[in-house]
């Protein structure tokens, strides 16, 4: 899905803000669409499958360029949900979480797996296209097991715990809720759509009381600021039931005698 640039409110925005610069008023718009998708949680993403590597517990999120993952709605390792921990919890039910293959040295990983032919001096054509299977050391997965939990460390990183082992293939599925980082220049277009009415609100909220300028509206922010905490409460609500609707039903209490 395209982006939609930050830029594209600049036509709406500036009338209630006559002689602001265009790169203040993109700025605030970023702010604005930035504290939109932490509150709304609208921007939801459902990152690539793919597998967990034996022996190893940390991972960088799968995700488009310039966004940052403000929330981990789920995770799932062969369709089975992971307990969601933070790291204390991490921290006090795997204390050595943090060893790497075990505690071995990374060198030890290709240790038992036999050299590949590829820039002999001598080779035929078997040789050049044979490919050696790669052999796993057992003491790379001594300390793992099956994943059980996940924890987050940074918003660009996460644990998986324990370790992977090598009994299985661990394929990984997970939910997340996105905003735009502080460089962005847009937002996915779809999402923006949506919340247009949401940003423009906040960022004249916060562009009117800029001190020192000849457009700063004290009354007209705090309107701004009522339509802005209407809309994302709309908005939040409606991101959580999404286009679904229950069917409403009464039933009669007996009364005892």
Known sequence: MAD?????????VSPSVPGCPQPTMIQYIRDAA????????????QSPLFNLLPGVHEYFYSKPANTD?????????NCNPLHKLTLEQALYQWPCWGDL???????????????????VPEYNEEQFNQQNSFVL???IVAEASTPAAICQLTPDKYIILPLPDA????????????????????????????LEDVIIHNALQHLLVLPNTNWTDRELAAYHAKQYI????????????????????????????
């Open 4 to 12: 939609r640039p930050f830029s594209s409110l600049v036509s709406k």
């Open 34 to 45: 930035i504290r939109a998708c932490e509150r709304t949680l609208a921007w939801r993403y």
């Open 69 to 77: 993952v403000h929330v981990l709605f789920d995770a799932l390792v």
């Open 101 to 119: 293959y075990s505690g071995e040295d990374p060198s030890v990983l290709w240790s038992l797996t036999p050299v590949s032919t590829f820039n």
């Open 137 to 139: 050391p057992q003491s």
């Open 167 to 194: 009994q299985r293939t661990y394929e990984v599925r997970m939910f997340l809720a996105l905003k735009p980082k502080r460089n962005a220049t847009g937002l996915e277009e779809v999402v923006f759509d949506d």
């Open 230 to 257: 209407f809309h994302v409460s709309e908005r939040r609500a409606r991101a959580n039931l999404g286009n679904m609707r229950g069917v409403m039903t009464a039933r009669m209490q007996s009364f005892g005698v």
